[in-house]
């Protein structure tokens, strides 16, 4: 699943290349998205002047000039390229001679959905422990507290661990950095830090089956 350090890296180099200047046409594929783009969206991009690229969370955000914007996410399997085919091509828009194709193989990406009322970026300095504390509320923290852990309950101390960890790997990620090498349980056998084995989840967490480290997250 495209994240934020993906989408991201997606908007600046559309920043980068295209902020300025006018889409000139707009294509839907055949077949297209599971849900298809509204007209509305197909309207604002048509012939408008891309004031800016800008994000929130994971979606990606087309500033128009006097159009208002268009929100696209990725879904699961969604990304962006400046030209390059596939036969999961399900939108396109044209800066002048250059073709901007959304591919899709899992057809979960949208283009022109709604913004939805999103949390605080993960590199934004919360002011207080109780705000940092919301970063957790919709699942575990992972900076050592035990996976079972509920985000609302820990106390202030440990409420405030998760922000800087985010903050540091959501960093690395946007640069470039081989972030395989830094994960301390996905993809591992043992543990990063301490090298003991890994356990599976008993019973699942936010609906899945997870790893865990016993010696780290007691």
């Given at each position: 699943?495209?994240?934020?350090?993906?989408?991201?890296?997606?908007?600046?180099?559309?920043?980068?290349?295209?902020?300025?200047?006018?889409?000139?046409?707009?294509?839907?594929?055949?077949?297209?998205?599971?849900?298809?783009?509204?007209?509305?969206?197909?309207?604002?991009?048509?012939?408008?002047?891309?004031?800016?690229?800008?994000?929130?969370?994971?979606?990606?955000?087309?500033?128009?000039?006097?159009?208002?914007?268009?929100?696209?996410?990725?879904?699961?399997?969604?990304?962006?390229?400046?030209?390059?085919?596939?036969?999961?091509?399900?939108?396109?828009?044209?800066?002048?001679?250059?073709?901007?194709?959304?591919?899709?193989?899992?057809?979960?990406?949208?283009?022109?959905?709604?913004?939805?009322?999103?949390?605080?970026?993960?590199?934004?300095?919360?002011?207080?422990?109780?705000?940092?504390?919301?970063?957790?509320?919709?699942?575990?923290?992972?900076?050592?507290?035990?996976?079972?852990?509920?985000?609302?309950?820990?106390?202030?101390?440990?409420?405030?661990?998760?922000?800087?960890?985010?903050?540091?790997?959501?960093?690395?990620?946007?640069?470039?950095?081989?972030?395989?090498?830094?994960?301390?349980?996905?993809?591992?056998?043992?543990?990063?830090?301490?090298?003991?084995?890994?356990?599976?989840?008993?019973?699942?967490?936010?609906?899945?089956?997870?790893?865990y480290c016993p010696a780290c997250q007691r």
């Amino acid at each position: 699943m495209p994240e934020l350090p993906e989408v991201e890296t997606a908007r600046r180099v559309l920043e980068q290349r295209y902020a300025g200047q006018a889409i000139t046409a707009v294509a839907v594929g055949r077949p297209t998205f599971y849900r298809e783009p509204p007209i509305a969206a197909i309207r604002a991009l048509t012939g408008g002047r891309i004031q800016a690229f800008r994000r929130r969370g994971k979606y990606l955000i087309v500033e128009l000039e006097g159009r208002g914007s268009v929100v696209f996410h990725l879904g699961m399997s969604g990304r962006l390229t400046v030209g390059g085919e596939s036969p999961h091509v399900r939108f396109q828009f044209w800066v002048g001679s250059e073709a901007v194709r959304f591919h899709d193989s899992r057809r979960f990406g949208r283009v022109g959905c709604p913004l939805p009322d999103l949390g605080l970026e993960p590199r934004t300095r919360p002011s207080t422990p109780t705000i940092c504390g919301g970063f957790c509320v919709n699942g575990p923290p992972r900076s050592k507290p035990s996976s079972w852990t509920s985000g609302s309950s820990p106390g202030s101390g440990t409420s405030t661990r998760p922000r800087p960890c985010i903050a540091r790997a959501s960093g690395r990620a946007v640069r470039g950095r081989r972030m395989q090498e830094h994960v301390k349980v996905y993809g591992r056998s043992a543990g990063a830090t301490c090298r003991t084995a890994l356990m599976e989840t008993r019973k699942s967490i936010g609906g899945r089956r997870s790893l865990y480290c016993p010696a780290c997250q007691r």
